[in-house]
T-cell receptor, first 117, second 114 residues
Framework: AQTVTQSQPEMSVQEAETVTLSCTYDTSENNYYLFWYKQPPSRQMILVIRQEAYKQQNATENRFSVNFQKAAKSFSLKISDSQLGDTAMYFCAFMKRPNFGNEKLTFGTGTRLTIIP | KAGVTQTPRYLIKTRGQQVTLSCSPISGHRSVSWYQQTPGQGLQFLFEYFSETQRNKGNFPGRFSGRQFSNSRSEMNVSTLELGDSALYLC?????????????FGPGTRLTVT
């Protein structure tokens, strides 16, 4: 079974600064996908970024980027030039490489990020 | 494209009753997954449906069931409600085909059991 660990329950940062959220996972799988989801106070879960384990290049999406260390089973999210709208709960999630019957996300416990004006 | 929709958004039920929640996936998506979110247990996978078939099931009692229709819309049912079933129930859809299956979530149904 896979486990996902987010060791930072809460974080806060000043607007425009950079913040890094940590995530580690445990799996015996070699092919898998990792995701970061954001859940603002509205409760709508929004996909932020994804990383395929077979890709060595770290994924980036505008101000969001990841540091994927496969050997260390680490998958951190960096938010640059943070904005007030980034205030949310952030979840790290794992999915085994999809094949029939494997479409299931395993989530970490989340990090509550607050951007301070 | 319209996003994932869930109805109702809020629901209050009494212990022992049953409840049905509905989810309409993004147009063209064939896979629908359900998750339960509680403060104590976090986000937990309930089940996944693809082409009207349950492909995967989480560790929940048989009181939790679901189904998917030919238009990919899905319903989940909880019978004999317990206080501990109070939660946010999230539905997510994906293409269900080859490659990365990013899941897109609906706004959720907040169920309160009294």
């Amino acid at each position: 079974a896979q486990t996902v660990t987010q060791s930072q329950p809460e974080m806060s940062v000043q607007e425009a600064e950079t913040v890094t959220l940590s995530c580690t996972y445990d799996t015996s799988e070699n092919n898998y996908y990792l995701f970061w989801y954001k859940q603002p106070p509205s409760r709508q879960m929004i996909l932020v970024i994804r990383q395929e384990a077979y890709k060595q290049q770290n994924a980036t999406e505008n101000r969001f980027s990841v540091n994927f260390q496969k050997a260390a089973k680490s998958f951190s999210l960096k938010i640059s030039d943070s904005q007030l709208g980034d205030t949310a709960m952030y979840f790290c999630a794992f999915m085994k490489r999809p094949n029939f019957g494997n479409e299931k996300l395993t989530f970490g416990t989340g990090t509550r990020l607050t951007i301070i004006p | 494209k319209a996003g994932v929709t869930q109805t109702p958004r809020y629901l209050i039920k009494t212990r022992g009753q049953q409840v049905t929640l509905s989810c309409s996936p993004i147009s063209g998506h064939r896979s629908v997954s359900w998750y339960q979110q509680t403060p104590g247990q976090g986000l937990q996978f309930l089940f996944e449906y693809f082409s009207e078939t349950q492909r995967n099931k989480g560790n929940f009692p048989g009181r939790f069931s679901g189904r998917q229709f030919s238009n990919s819309r899905s319903e989940m049912n909880v019978s004999t409600l317990e206080l501990g079933d109070s939660a946010l129930y999230l539905c997510a859809s994906s293409g269900g085909g080859q490659g990365v299956r990013e899941q897109y979530f609906g706004p959720g149904t907040r169920l309160t059991v009294t």
